[in-house]
């Protein structure tokens, strides 16, 4: 995929709060153009946050993404993909575990819709893990609703309070939904974390049939951890009091 109007809009809002001082890693080369079915709102959008600036100030010749991260204030970019076909400078395939070299690397990892295209999700989640330095964090934009056929996934929140907030013990700063098209009747909605409520998220009716992302940013903390697995927050609060292979496990790696 490539940052339009929405992904636009949290990114500038991002910008206003987040400034990182170190590398800044995009996850395939995304691009950048002005939709000009909503062309008036990027203005809309950066007088909103107090940024001097148009529109048109932030494209670049070949239609890529690089000179709008960096007049946000995220730095210079540096892409990672599978291959070199679009001029990435990292090349690293995201089923497989990064190299050494890329830990703890990264103050920004910015994805906008590449983990639904890769298969091994549990590795490229690890992979990205690691790849940030504590303090870093992970702003990623993927199909949550209306994308069949798009990628190999849809994707759920309960995989971000799941996965990045509980398991990882990350710091969850933002998961909502974010429809593609925002003059439709259905708006973004924020998620609350499930286990604080024992039950799935419900979300007929605030979910749209049309095309919506699952945004979400994540910071990893000196506290934040990789896991020794991850449970689904009802079931893991219906689990509670019982004997559990997730008990095994953790004996298991404990010796």
Not at 84 to 101: F, K
Request: charged share 25%; hydrophobic share 35%; net charge negative.
């Amino acid at each position: 995929m490539g940052v339009d109007y929405v992904l636009f809009d949290r990114l500038v809002e991002l910008s206003t709060r987040f400034k990182p001082e170190g590398r800044t890693l995009m996850l395939g080369r995304q691009a950048f153009g002005i939709q000009t079915r909503y062309r008036q709102m990027y203005e809309a959008t950066l007088k909103r946050h107090g940024i001097d600036a148009k529109r048109f100030d932030f494209l670049q010749e070949d239609g890529f993404a690089e000179t709008l991260m960096r007049r946000l204030g995220f730095g210079e970019i540096e892409t990672m993909d599978f291959s070199d076909y679009e001029g990435a400078q990292v090349i690293h395939d995201l089923n497989t575990l990064p190299d050494e070299s890329l830990e703890n690397q990264f103050d920004l990892i910015f994805d906008g819709g590449t983990v639904e295209h890769v298969f091994n999700v549990p590795n490229e989640l690890e992979g990205i893990f690691r790849m940030l330095k504590p303090g870093g964090r992970f702003v990623s934009a993927n199909g949550l609703n209306g994308w069949y056929g798009h990628g190999m996934y849809q994707f759920n929140p309960e995989l971000v309070w799941t996965f990045w907030g509980r398991a990882c013990n990350c710091r969850v700063i933002d998961c909502r939904a974010v429809p593609v098209e925002p003059d439709q009747d259905f708006s973004q909605v924020e998620f609350q974390d499930p286990a604080l409520t024992g039950h799935r998220l419900w979300l007929k009716g605030k979910i749209g049939p049309g095309r919506t992302y699952l945004y979400y940013e994540v910071e990893k903390t000196d506290e934040s951890h990789l896991p020794t697995f991850a449970l689904q927050s009802d079931y893991e609060t219906k689990w509670a009091g019982h004997d559990t292979a997730g008990e095994t496990r953790l004996q298991q790696a404990r010796g």
